[in-house]
């Protein structure tokens, strides 16, 4: 069993900043991306950002300059440092990552149950 537990979401002010992290859990052979994706009220869940094993990353361009994503392999734990937050930014973050589990030969997508960000103007 797997499991993914965000944390650190919450109310902030418009310029503002916040630190979402997720711990993966459970029988894990490999991790290979992990993701944060975002979805608002009445809108598409989007990708925000990714992370691969070797550290390259990937953001999605309405957060470029302004959130870092980072990883700590030994902790199993993805992070997402958000700077600058803007209303638009509210959303429920979730995180994602592509896990091989023991006794298995191939990656599957797992899913956090994600947690709220909202900015105030």
């Known amino acids: 069993q797997v499991q993914l537990v965000e944390s650190g979401g919450g109310l902030v002010q418009a310029g503002g900043s916040l630190r979402l992290s997720c711990a993966v859990s459970?029988?894990?052979?490999?991790?290979?991306?992990m993701d944060w994706y975002r979805q608002a009220p009445g809108k598409q869940r989007e990708l925000v950002a990714g992370?691969?094993?070797?550290?390259?990353?990937a953001y999605a361009d309405s957060v470029k300059g302004r959130f870092t994503i980072s990883r700590d392999n030994a902790k199993n734990t993805v992070y997402l440092q958000m700077n600058s937050l803007k209303p638009e930014d509210t959303a429920v973050y979730y995180c994602?990552?592509?896990?091989?589990?023991?006794?298995?030969?191939?990656?599957?997508?797992?899913w956090g149950q994600g947690t709220q960000v909202t900015v105030s103007s």
């Open positions: 994602a990552a592509g896990i091989r589990r023991y006794g298995t030969s191939g990656y599957s997508d797992y």
């Open positions: 992370i691969f094993g070797e550290g390259r990353t």
């Open positions: 459970g029988s894990i052979f490999s991790i290979n991306n």
